[in-house]
């Protein structure tokens, strides 16, 4: 996630040729190659005290100076991290790790694994490293980009995944284990975006290796949670995957849902496919209806639409990216500001924000550097060239290597308000 976050504001940033010829050159080249030389500086900070003291482990735990596995024992901030070495130009790097993953990385072990987080990091980061291994100067086999060691790596993670999807509806667990498939006692009840949130990955590992049985397996699960909506067109927030059964009833576009509706706009970009994009058009009405209130969601009961949760959530914060991509930029443009609103007012986005309040909710206050108001902001700039985007990238940068750089690269940040947010200079 932090390695995205920063490939996010560095994509921003290296936007800045344009910028110099819109609306008055609000920033200027000299002020964007600043910024751009700030973010990598804090890539490299964070990134080099992984290697320091994390690696060979999933993640770094920045406080204590350690590391830690939390969704297999992957390496996996290596496999995250590889994108972002490309994209600053690292190509040494790029060339260094992905050998060293190829070497030391095993998906046949005892371990139980999200489906969900292991598609969207192991799968997705191996196949946007295959893809991208020539740019980066490696040498690739006969036959690229349908063959090479990364694609098989990718594969062997992705088949790792296939016995989950063995339920009467199609519909994935979301845990599996590595060596022994599903463990018999597992729940059947799964979050929305764990069964919605594999097009993307696995139509990709098909059309390159040639075996239909990913894109199958996605398909089959896209079209069942299809089948599952409410008769005013809502999903809930977990299902159960053996009877098609709603366990949590509430309907919005954040936590557990969210990746569903963005992988339905992404896939069918990605595949030129109108029935995906016809499925999302369908929620997206229904969203409007019920949800939308003064350009914020809310979240609703499925099958009533009446309030249950009037909050705002950090990750919810995608959806005007999404937006812009099917080209509804004054919607997008609409709620990128009120979330831009809360991020000013805290100097980063809270977990949970009470809309009705203006605050807070107890207990989620913190900023766990999530990526997505900084991606809806590259996108939305890129839709309009409209440098006020950029100001967002700007901030991002101001608060995170203020509010949450420790020794050990960056930690979640206590979001602040008022007077704390001038002392910091962020106001």
């Known amino acids: 996630m932090l390695t995205f976050l920063f490939s996010a504001i560095f994509c921003a940033a290296y936007l800045s040729p344009i910028i110099s010829h ?20 804090m890539f490299y900070h964070a990134y080099n005290s992984y290697l320091d003291n ?5 993640e770094l735990r920045p406080l204590t100076c350690d590391g830690q596995d939390t969704w297999g ?25 992905a050998t060293l993953l190829q070497d030391t990385v095993d998906f046949d072990i005892d371990v139980n694994a999200s489906v969900f987080e292991t598609n969207i990091r192991v799968v997705g980061g191996l196949l946007s490293a295959h893809l991208l291994s020539k740019r980066a100067g490696m040498k690739v086999e006969e036959g690229w980009p349908c063959s090479g060691p990364l694609l098989r790596m990718a594969e062997d993670a992705a088949r790792k995944l296939l016995p989950a999807f063995q339920t009467p509806t199609g519909m994935p667990y979301g845990t599996v284990n590595l060596l022994r498939g599903v463990n018999p006692g597992e729940t059947p009840v799964t979050c929305t975006a764990g069964v919605g949130t594999f097009i993307l990955e696995f139509s990709t590992l098909s059309r390159l290796t040639g075996d239909p049985v990913f894109e199958n397996v996605a398909r089959k699960a896209l079209r069942a949670l299809w089948r599952t909506r409410s008769d005013i067109g809502l999903v809930g927030n977990h299902i159960d995957v053996i009877t098609s059964k709603w366990v949590a009833q509430d309907a919005g576009i954040g936590a557990g849902v969210d990746s569903y509706f963005e992988y339905l706009v992404k896939g069918a970009i990605m595949l030129q496919d109108e029935k995906l994009l016809t499925m999302f058009y369908e929620f997206d009405k229904s969203i409007k209806n019920y949800t939308k209130f003064d350009d914020w969601y809310l979240w609703v009961q499925m099958h009533k639409g009446t309030v249950s949760m009037p909050v705002f959530q950090s990750l919810e914060a995608f959806w005007p990216g999404m937006q812009s991509l099917i080209g509804d930029i004054s919607s997008a443009t609409k709620s990128f ?23 807070t909710v107890d207990k989620r206050e913190g900023y766990p550097l999530r990526p997505e108001l900084i991606e809806s902001a590259m996108y939305l700039y ?24 420790v020794n050990c690269g960056f930690a979640t940040g206590i979001c602040l308000v008022g007077e704390e947010l001038r002392t910091t200079g962020l106001l």
């Open 22 to 41: 819109v609306k008055g050159r609000d920033f200027t080249e000299q002020e964007m190659s600043h910024y751009r030389d700030r973010v990598k500086s």
């Open 382 to 405: 890129k839709a309009t060239g409209d440098p006020s985007f950029i100001q967002l990238g700007r901030d991002a940068v101001e608060s995170i290597d203020r509010i949450s750089r």
């Open 337 to 359: 500001h009120n979330y831009y609103s809360v991020w000013r007012q805290f100097g980063g986005l809270p977990e949970f924000y009470s809309i009705p309040q203006g605050y």
């Open 73 to 97: 024992s992957f390496s996996l901030t290596l496999i995250d991290a590889l994108d972002t070495l490309l994209i600053l130009g690292n190509h040494t790097e790029f060339q260094r790790v």
């Open 54 to 58: 994390a690696y060979p482990y999933d």
